[in-house]
């Protein structure tokens, strides 16, 4: 089977750090997306991931751990425009190219 | 500017009726898909393409029905078959997809479909 779990909502503080956890199973692995979405809008890309690590870009990154089915976003000096919907979404190999996404992790900054 | 157009951003079905979403992009990508996305669920597969004139169903695809007469369009029927059809469509296209590279999803705006 496959499965993509992700926490349901987190709330966060203006200028801090937060870290949305994504853990995965999946029949094979080619790779990890993170996207984001604000309510009504089209997801945007933030990330990929292929192999083990940290990929920083700006005051995003984006971790990866294949042997433990473990992925995580990290947002820093967080502003209030980064209140949005956070996908994490999976390829296996035998998919013909399709992502699975897990439920989105809803995040809300507050002053 | 290139990217992928979703029509309209609101719509009403009556029961009994088959309605019509619209995706159109100029990116000149040869891959197109369909999620529906639902409230506390990720988005879920409905129908893609790879190429004009061929189609795949998705994991949802049961009262769907799409067309690939074009490469830039790919338009999603909602049918009367579908009985719960209130959801935000969402369209995506791709060069290629995802899986044979680090190939991202470029998504349209969506489309809110709601039952009269």
């Known amino acids: 089977g496959q499965n993509i779990d992700q926490p349901t909502e987190m709330t966060a503080t203006e200028g801090a750090i937060v870290q949305i956890n994504c853990t995965y199973q999946?029949?094979?692995?080619?790779?990890l997306f993170w996207y984001q979405q604000h309510a009504g809008e089209a997801p945007t890309f933030l990330s990929y991931?292929?192999?083990?690590g940290l990929e920083e870009k700006g005051r995003f990154s984006s971790f990866l751990s294949r042997s433990k089915g473990y992925s995580y976003l990290l947002l820093k000096e967080l502003q209030m425009k980064d209140s949005a919907s956070y996908l994490c979404a999976v390829v296996g190999y035998n998919q013909g190219g399709k992502l699975i996404f897990g439920q989105g992790t809803e995040l809300s900054v507050k002053p | 500017d290139g990217g992928i157009t979703q029509s309209p951003k609101y719509l009403f079905r009556k029961e009994g009726q088959n309605v019509t979403l619209s995706c159109e992009q100029n990116l000149n990508h040869d891959a197109m898909y369909w999620y529906r996305q639902d409230p506390g669920q990720g988005l879920r597969l409905i129908y893609y393409s790879q190429i004009v004139n061929d189609f795949q169903k998705g994991d949802i695809a049961e009262g769907y029905s799409v067309s690939r007469e074009k490469k830039e369009s790919f338009p999603l029927t909602v049918t009367s078959a579908q009985k719960n059809p209130t959801a935000f469509y969402l369209c995506a296209s791709s060069n290629r997809p995802p899986g044979r590279t680090n190939e991202k999803l470029f998504f349209g705006s969506g489309t809110q479909l709601s039952v009269l």
């Open positions: 999946t029949s094979g692995f080619n790779g």
């Open positions: 991931n292929v192999l083990d």
